[in-house]
């Protein structure tokens, strides 16, 4: 197959822009208009050469070399010796129109300028003739190299249904039959809109809805599935994999409408489906205007800022020209990382790397003192339960008093605003790491009525691909080989991305007034169990039999499900139909700064006498006391 390979990549791929195919087609078209010329008389006449009138052939032959050079210079300066004809399409045959009618034209004035004898018929002939002889030369081109392939690579070939029968699709099915790299066939085509069923694209029969794709993938043996729709929802996307995962075929995506515009749709485009995919909701993106307005000219601090959510949280407060951007964490590692790669994508900001913990209220002073923040993004934190489970006291010296020292610090200073990256955790918290989100949040509430600074949260669910998070963990498993392991058979969380999620602390930032507590609406739960099979599955394996799935049990301080607001919050709308405010719920002050105090003594005591305070300032708390 390697020589039949080479011989085709020779005669079909590098002659169709070669100097010897351009000289052949040269050739072919002097042939093809000075035989225009007698096949037109010859019509008109109904008869061989020998029946034209000899005034009439005299005059076509006299002038046979005149028109020939004209209209292969016509023809040059259409660029139909550039075109690289596998991939001819609508323009192409709109070239071959134009210089064939520029040349029956230039054949008209001359004719009747010169007053040479001609029929008034031979014109029209004699344009349709010479259109339908350049055409077939240069589109005949194809038909030979797909019979070509399908004698010699029929064998190879693998059957592909498109779900798509829009731009898309119809781009995607034309690059699979020109691509040398695939040897594809496309045996049908899905798609919802039955105006559409029964008609064809480039051949190819629109068969049917996407409910009809396990019975067409039986049907037709189909061995790869391409979802060619760059621009309907997540919903649908999410929709329609879950049906095609009813087969045994191999799913593709075509990776999102940005290709489809700058005509990037190629084969190597497309892209495996991946469990992003699967959300079922579309991403939401702040007011771009907005933040930048926002961003623009202050200076802006970032804790925690080598993390998932402050490294994003870092690249788009960049793309939005602050004055200065000072970057904070205990890590040096993960802050280099990031200071390399905003100096490299930014080369003109302004940006300071610290090192420093936030519970270190002589460092916050100096910071401050030395570089005026006007806004704070408070992203640094211990966040992983089950660890906080066993180090109680570490989560509460961190989370909590990490905070307290960071709202001191911008309320004494004059900070315009300061931002808390929370939880879903910390709504009726089961685990202390929830616990300690909710009293920053009660932090938040409480420095607002007392600063002239503006305090504000955003909460919001699990970040995909974040430190430690589910998804990288059942990646690694599932290329392990397995098993995968799942806590309990219903646990659900919620998920989104995590630029999703620093665009709605962006716009919090952006129209706080102080006081709120953004919440996202988040759309669907995903089930852990089904997130876990789904993964097996487009990993290309099957659950159970490839790889297992095992449950092991709910870890200390872990729900069943998590919730978003308390009952007592209720919801408030915004601008943004997918963002909204939960109302702060008040609480006793001095209560509060009592619990805080005893916290504060009792953080390095044991868990027991931690856990107890806890529920005091947390009455919602629900772990183990």
Request: glycine letters at 8%; one cysteine or more.
């Amino acid at each position: 197959m390697d020589i039949k390979r080479k011989l085709e990549n020779i005669i079909f791929n590098k002659w169709d822009s070669s100097r010897i195919f351009r000289a052949i087609l040269i050739v072919m078209d002097i042939f093809a208009i000075y035989y225009s010329s007698i096949f037109a008389m010859m019509a008109r006449f109904n008869s061989s050469v020998s029946g034209i009138p000899g005034e009439y052939y005299d005059a076509i032959t006299g002038m046979s070399m005149y028109n020939i050079a004209f209209t292969i210079i016509v023809i040059y300066l259409c660029r139909l010796y550039n075109s690289i004809w596998r991939f001819a399409s609508i323009k192409e045959i709109m070239y071959i129109f134009a210089a064939t009618m520029i040349s029956t034209v230039a054949n008209f004035l001359v004719y009747f300028g010169f007053s040479i004898p001609i029929f008034r018929s031979y014109f029209p002939l004699y344009f349709l003739i010479l259109f339908s002889l350049i055409f077939i030369e240069r589109f005949s081109y194809r038909f030979v190299r797909a019979v070509y392939r399908m004698h010699f690579f029929s064998g190879l070939k693998k059957n592909i249904l498109i779900v798509g029968a829009g731009d898309a699709g119809n781009l995607a099915i034309r690059e699979l039959e020109m691509s040398n790299k695939l040897e594809s066939r496309v045996v049908g085509v899905i798609d919802d809109d039955k105006k559409k069923h029964g008609t064809y694209i480039q051949g190819v029969k629109v068969l049917g809805d996407r409910n009809k794709i396990p019975e067409y993938v039986k049907k037709y043996n189909v061995d790869e599935i391409i979802i060619a729709l760059p621009s309907v929802s997540k919903k649908d996307i999410k929709d329609i994999v879950n049906i095609c995962q009813e087969t045994d075929s191999k799913i593709k995506i075509l990776p999102g409408i940005y290709q489809l515009v700058t005509g990037e749709v190629e084969v190597s485009k497309l892209r495996n489906i991946q469990i992003e995919d699967l959300l079922g909701r579309d991403q939401v993106e702040a007011n771009s205007k907005e933040i930048g307005t926002y961003v623009a000219e202050k200076t802006v601090l970032v804790t925690g800022a080598g993390g998932s959510i402050g490294s994003e949280l870092s690249r788009q407060i960049s793309a939005n020209y602050p004055r200065r951007l000072i970057l904070l964490d205990i890590y040096e590692n993960t802050l280099y990382d990031i200071e390399r790669e905003l100096l490299k994508n930014y080369p003109g900001l302004d940006l300071i790397t610290l090192v420093g913990s936030v519970r270190n209220r002589s460092r916050l002073v100096h910071i401050f003192k030395e570089y005026k923040p006007d806004l704070i993004f408070h992203a640094a934190a211990h966040k992983h339960v089950p660890l906080m489970e066993d180090s109680p006291n570490e989560a509460i010296k961190n989370n909590v008093f990490g905070t307290m020292e960071l709202c001191k610090a911008a309320d004494e200073f004059g900070a315009e605003k300061l931002v808390l990256i929370s939880t879903d955790k910390a709504v009726n918290p089961t685990s202390v790491m929830g616990a300690s989100k909710r009293i920053c949040e009660m932090l938040v509430q409480y420095y607002n009525e007392r600063s002239n600074t503006n305090f504000v949260a955003v909460r919001f669910g699990n970040v995909l691909g974040s430190n430690g998070s589910v998804i990288p963990y059942f990646k690694k498993q599932i290329a392990e080989g397995g098993p995968v392991t799942v806590t309990h058979p219903d646990i659900i969380r919620y998920f989104m991305t995590i630029p999703e999620a620093v665009s709605l602390v962006l716009k919090a930032g952006a129209s706080a007034e102080g006081g709120e507590i953004f919440v996202l609406d988040m759309g669907e739960p995903v089930k852990i169990l089904d997130l876990a099979k789904n993964m097996i599955t487009l990993s290309g394996h099957e659950v159970g039999s490839d790889i297992e799935i095992v449950f092991t049990g709910l870890r200390p301080g872990e729900k069943l499900y998590e919730e978003l607001l308390m009952d007592e919050e209720g919801l408030e709308k915004t601008d943004n139909e997918l963002i909204y405010i939960g109302k702060p719920i008040k609480f006793d002050t001095e209560t509060f700064e009592a619990g805080l105090r005893k916290l504060y003594r009792v953080s390095y005591g044991e868990k027991g006498e931690i856990r107890k305070i806890i529920k005091e300032v947390v009455p919602t708390f629900k772990g183990k006391v």
